[in-house]
């Protein structure tokens, strides 16, 4: 069974950055697309928001017009792990920060999340 874990979470002032990262470890056949989603304070991670994905094979990412400039994802596929390195951070960026993963047969495996605090 695979996993996801996440780390480089913390605690950050506006206009900072933070760098996380998601190793994907186990057996995970056919990987479709990796990427991150969020839940912020009050929401259920069901409801939480879209930030990247990253499609596996291509390499093509696809944002959340929220994070678009300020945030990136990529991927290193030698080290099976997807980073998210996020920029120009505001308060409103606080989350917990989920990485997940979609397989080609559907199933999805989701990480334990990792909390990223912006002050104000």
């Known amino acids: 069974q695979g996993q996801l874990v996440e780390s480089g979470g913390g605690l950050v002032q506006a206009g900072g950055s933070l760098r996380l990262a998601c190793e994907a470890s186990?057996?995970?056949?056919?990987?479709?697309?990796i990427g991150w989603f969020r839940q912020t304070p009050g929401k259920e991670r069901d409801l939480g928001d879209f930030?990247?994905?990253?499609?596996?094979?291509?390499?093509?990412?696809l944002y959340a017009d929220s994070v678009k400039v300020r945030f990136t994802g990529s991927k290193d596929t030698a080290n099976s792990t997807v980073y998210l390195q996020m920029t120009s951070l505001k308060p409103e960026d606080t989350a917990v920060y989920y990485c997940?993963?979609?397989?080609?047969?559907?199933?999805?495996?989701w990480g334990q999340g990792t909390q990223v605090t912006v002050s104000s």
């Open positions: 930030v990247v994905g990253i499609t596996w094979r291509s390499g093509r990412q």
């Open positions: 997940y993963l979609d397989t080609a047969s559907g199933s999805q495996i």
């Open positions: 186990g057996r995970i056949n056919n990987v479709h697309t």
